[in-house]
């Protein structure tokens, strides 16, 4: 029988929503935790994908609280494992972790607790609770479930997989009647499938929420200069904010992390090739600072469970849109206005293409390769909505054809038939003998006389300056949208060559229409909306609330510099927004933000209504 959803007069359900509004501090279950928390509360496994941002550890954590003994929470990072655990406390939960950094009495002191009855959740690194110490420990511990964080780490084929988390199918076989919980934010079936199949969820309910993460607007821009681009992108809309720039190769993170730096704004390096000590100090200093921008190639990121990221740029295209969503996705968590910003251009399809034909892999695994980076040329490309297309990617369908956040639906493209352009491209890179890149194909249409023009002849051919009517910037886009498109294809022998394809022919013979996206001459424009009017879920502050904002900030900051954790770990900036608005002038009226549980309201309370009272003055 299908559980009945919570009723007013159901036990579970009221001691949920008791806790939910007392530790928490929160008035309402989002999506579909409500439903997760009471089906594990009742002792029941499921796996539950949910989009980052979306609320996983409240299914978890709460059910923990619900069910007699200690719930244990298997996770891969040990940064990830300390912020929540400092967070617990802080709401007064009975929370420890057991991970490699702790002294031998350490560890001792929080196996007593644990054996004792006295912690409610516990925070386990994988090959720490495989061992046989501690699941000797365990069998002698209540426990009151198994919630399996980041559970994509055991697939295989997936991006993140850890060995270690193979030997977690070893909690099926030993504990099979304590609850186990999976999460995971990667969406894809297969996935699903194998996290199912190694941790023995086979038949377990699976709870699917929309991938949709309508407060962070999506823009893909034409690349020209991209530190350049990425300066003037900070500067005009993130001035003071967090950010995470993700960049193929070290060599580059370091050169644009100089060259922020050099601008005013303070970033920082992260990338496999730095002292594990430097990393872990950049890492630290991303999370417990305000507006720390930090520069990384893809080795940064899970596990960072930093709320108020706000925008995560990518100065070079990632391999397919799993890697891009889920790197995007690492923005605005707290549910604020954030953006997703990424520079492409056609060298950026010519390098991933390189890097597949000269990967070792089989040729299975590049078809497939091939296949998911022009998924994600064609969402760089589309004129459409580019939400639409996402959630399409993963098999959603939206209720809506356009979401009014994203650039194209900002400022929609306008679609012209470029057939001829197109002709005239492709003709160019036929009589010049389909060996020369972009490059040496614009300047031909545009009738330079190169040093290679000459020398090849090619200020002969009819197609010698036959393309007047656009500006090398122009062409780019054509060249763009015509690989994009699959009329031509970057040579895998010879680099950087364009050739044709089999489509090309009817092209050029005028049976296929092509249409285009109209690209204005000279610079492209920037997307004209300013900060302020980002979309998000949570309402925004007026001019009027900013001092007071501001003066939470460095009383934040304050405080959680003199306690020694994130800033965030105090409170969200969603709350710092509730209290600014609203202006609370009691305990009583503090206890009804968001965010604010009651152990903040005991910590905290008090000084927070002295610096509401010093901000009104
Ligand atoms: P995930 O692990 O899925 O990425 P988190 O559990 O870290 O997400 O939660 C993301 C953010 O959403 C946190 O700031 C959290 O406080 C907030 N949040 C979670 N559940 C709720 C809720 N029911 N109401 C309001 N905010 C919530
Ligand atoms: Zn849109």
Redesign the pocket.
């Known amino acids: 029988m299908k559980p009945a959803p919570f009723a007013a007069d159901d036990e579970l359900g009221t001691r949920a929503h008791a806790l939910l509004g007392s530790v928490f501090g ?1 008035p ?3 999506g579909s ?1 409500e439903q997760i928390v009471r089906h594990v509360a009742s002792g029941n496994h499921c796996l539950v994908l ?1 989009p ?7 299914c978890y954590q709460l059910p923990a609280l619900l069910r007699d003994g200690c719930g244990i929470v298997v996770s891969p990072l040990i940064a990830l494992m300390r912020d929540q655990v400092a967070g617990l406390l802080e709401a007064g939960v009975r929370a420890a972790a057991l991970n490699s950094t702790l002294a031998p009495w350490e560890a001792d002191e929080i196996e007593q607790q644990l054996v004792s009855g006295e912690l409610d959740l516990l925070y386990v690194a994988p090959e720490r609770l495989l061992t046989p110490r501690t699941l000797a420990l365990l069998a002698r511990a209540k426990i009151a479930l198994f919630a399996i964080d980041e559970a994509h780490c055991v697939s295989q084929w997936g991006h993140d997989f850890r060995p270690e988390y193979v030997g977690l199918s070893a909690i099926a076989e030993k504990f099979p009647n304590v609850p186990r919980i999976a999460l995971t ?1 990667t969406a894809d079936s297969l996935t699903r499938r194998e996290i199912a199949e190694r941790l023995g969820l086979g038949d377990a309910r699976c709870f699917v929420s929309s991938f949709d993460r309508p407060n962070i607007r999506y823009a893909i821009v034409d690349k020209r200069n991209g530190p350049a681009q990425l300066e003037a992108f900070i500067r005009d809309r993130h001035m003071g904010e967090s950010g995470v720039v993700y960049c193929l190769s070290r060599a580059k993170v370091e050169a644009v992390a100089t060259s922020l730096v050099k601008a005013g704004i303070p970033a920082l390096p992260y990338h496999a090739g730095l002292d594990a000590n430097v990393r872990a100090r950049h890492q630290d200093r991303f999370i417990n600072e305000d507006g720390v921008v930090i520069v990384a190639t893809i080795a940064f990121g899970m596990g960072i ?1 930093k ?1 108020d990221v706000r925008f995560v740029a990518h100065l070079d295209l990632p391999k397919s849109i799993e890697a891009y969503y889920q790197e995007t996705g690492r923005a605005g ?3 604020k206005p954030s953006e997703a910003w990424m520079l492409y251009g056609l060298a950026d399809i010519v390098q991933q293409r390189r890097m597949i034909d000269e990967s070792t892999g089989s040729d299975a695994f590049k078809r497939v390769s091939l296949g998911k980076l022009d998924a994600l040329v064609g969402l760089a490309e589309t004129a459409g909505c580019r939400r639409t297309r996402l959630l399409g990617y993963f098999g959603e369908t939206p209720s809506f054809e356009r979401c009014g956040n994203c650039d194209n639906c900002l400022q929609p493209p306008q679609l012209i038939d470029g057939s001829v352009a197109a002709q005239k491209l492709l003709s160019c890179a036929y009589r010049t003998g389909q060996r020369f890149g972009a490059q040496h194909l614009i300047d031909v249409l545009l009738g330079r006389l190169t040093e290679r023009a000459t020398e090849f002849g090619h200020d002969k051919l009819s197609v010698f300056g036959i393309g007047r009517e656009f500006d090398e910037k122009q062409w780019r886009s054509v060249i763009r949208q015509l690989v994009a498109s699959g009329h031509l294809v970057p040579d895998s022998e010879a680099f950087g060559a364009l050739k044709l394809t089999e489509t090309s022919r009817a092209v050029l013979k005028g049976e296929t229409k092509v249409m285009l996206r109209e690209q204005p001459a000279g610079r492209a424009p920037r997307v004209k909306s300013r900060r302020g009017d980002l979309v998000g879920a949570a309402p925004q502050l007026s001019n009027g609330d900013q001092p007071l904002f501001a003066a939470l900030k460095a009383w934040r900051a304050e405080t959680a510099k003199s306690r020694g954790v994130p800033a965030y770990v105090v409170l ?1 900036d969603a709350t710092l927004d509730g209290i600014a608005m609203t202006k609370p002038r009691s305990l009583d009226q503090l206890r009804g933000i ?1 965010g604010i549980g009651d152990k903040k309201l005991e910590h905290y309370g008090r000084e927070l209504l002295a610096v509401i009272e010093a901000a009104q003055r």
């Open positions: 929160l309402s279950f989002r935790q949910m980052t941002g979306g609320g996983k550890s409240l934010a469970d709320p968590r707290d549910g969200h968001p």
